[in-house]
């Protein structure tokens, strides 16, 4: 068995879920989704990547204004948003919970209603981040239909699952579940309600050729604008 | 604060010289971290004990405006964010939130840009699709949200009043005699120029000749006719970057990140940097000039 990361791990769960998509974009501090794209690049898939924080060589040249630009547009496919909090109705929150303030709600107010799929991403799964209702709505999960929206959630990665959203019913529903957990932990450890697929299948570990692809051109480029994560995950790999 | 800027743009002496032209209480718009950011001019406001700031991030902000809430400059943020990006939530406004010395108006990126580009071309408010279900629009008294007027269905749609800094302040690569900044792709600073009623900018080098003149250049360029001053500050966006010159300091982010989550270590980080060390020497010897 090829031995990995949990990032390694979690970056093929999520390249698996871009799918055939042809623009996708990366907004802040988003890792883990940024190495994901790499790798779909790194197999010869032709997606544009347009990473907001790419260090030089950005691709855009009318400011921080032109990604939401392009989202209003109807250019960009597929877009990923974390959460302080997130909830069963795939309400995130990235502003506050009780006393505790976050840095704040970002693009995703506008990104989650005009990106055409949303991949939610928090690596932490737990009873505080994913909580029965969110404390302050950043953006909603979903939209009355009056209420113009080109795309929504498409899934929630955590560390330790993978989640489908069921648009039909407002719910997500138990897709996958990491190697090393089990279906109780993810109840456990979840703070929503949810459905469960039958059978629920163990996430799919990364190929030898994904961790070759991995440690090898995806480390360099992540390396150049993710300098402390790419440390972290292949230190002296890159 | 009120008057457009004029046809000169003034040649002041140093990043010192500008922040003793914005005045306490000011409407201040900031670029992000990534973007380009006058720091100098940022730790002469601090040592000058301005009062009262109200921050606007475009669209977000980081080490610069964390400094500014730690020191005590600021009494209001508009912003989508503040955090330090990979080294993590920022400090200062994080405690100064949370314990209500800070006055938070939460907005989300695009409907900064959007109040932005109002002010811009001079009308008042404009829309924005999205945001609707979110608590921002309740929390904003602001905003408003109205039936779209070109729609025979039902399309409600957020409105944004525009919006108007009082001040715009950036860094540069380049100015030139004619007063001209050359600011690359950095397109939001031209967005907030515009909007402002006062832009103090900062530059890296002086360049000869009216860079308007140079096809290559100009597309680049925010011309003279936003530009109230500029001084020279050379690295001054130092620890934060500029194209092709310097990147941002990671190592030195890093050690801001973990020294100011005490009052103390950030206490000792502005002793160290902000009253001390490289930048008083940068600042005495502009002052020498």
Known sequence: MNTYTREELLACAIARLIGDARH????????????????????????????????????????SRELFDLAGQG?????????????GEANVNLVRAGTNRFPGSFGSAFMYFAAKRTILFREEHSRRTLVPRVDFISAPGWSPPEVWRRGGPQALVTGKALFAWQKESRRFRLESVHPGY????????????????????????????????????????????YPEFARRVWAGAA | MNGLPANETRFLAGAGEIAAQIPDGAVLALPPDYSLVAMEVVRALIRKKSRNLKLLGVPVLGFCADLLIGAGCVAEVETSAVSLGEAGLAPRFTAAAESGELKVMD?????????LQAAEKGVPFMPLRGVLGSDLVE??????????????????VLLLPAIFPDVALFHARWADRAGNVWIGRRKELATIAHAAQRCYVTY??????????????????????????????????????????????????????????????????????VYQGRTARVRDRAAHR
């Not at chain 1, 299948?201 to 604008?225: D, F, H, Q």
């Not at chain 2, 140079?214 to 530009?227: F, I, Q, R, T």
């Not at chain 2, 001084?231 to 890093?254: F, S």
């Open chain 1, 24 to 63: 996708v974009a990366v907004g802040a501090a988003s890792p883990i989704p940024a190495t994901a794209c790499a790798l779909l690049r790194a197999r010869g898939i032709g997606l544009r990547i347009s990473l907001l924080h790419k260090r030089s060589g950005n691709p855009f040249t009318e400011g």
């Open chain 2, 204 to 273: 890296e080098e002086l360049r000869e000749g009216d860079m308007l003149e140079d096809e290559l250049l100009a597309p680049g360029v925010l011309s003279s006719v936003y530009v109230t001053a500029v001084a020279q500050a050379e690295r001054g966006a130092w620890p934060l970057g500029v194209a092709d010159l310097y990147t941002i300091d990671d190592a030195h982010i890093a050690h801001y990140a973990k020294e100011a989550k005490t009052r103390e270590g950030f206490q000792r980080y502005l002793d160290e940097h």
């Open chain 2, 139 to 156: 929390q904003r008294s602001d905003w408003k949200v109205l039936q779209n007027p070109f729609s025979p269905a039902q399309d409600p």
């Open chain 1, 182 to 225: 089990t279906v109780e932990e993810i109840r456990d450890d979840t703070g929503f309600d949810y459905d469960v697929a039958s059978p629920v299948v163990n996430t799919e570990m990364p190929s030898r050729e994904e961790l070759a692809l991995l440690r090898g051109p995806v480390a360099r480029e992540i390396a150049a604008n």
């Open chain 1, 75 to 87: 250019r960009i496919d597929v877009f990923f948003l974390g959460g302080a909090q997130i909830d």
């Open chain 2, 107 to 115: 907005a989300t990126c695009p409907a900064v840009h959007t109040g």
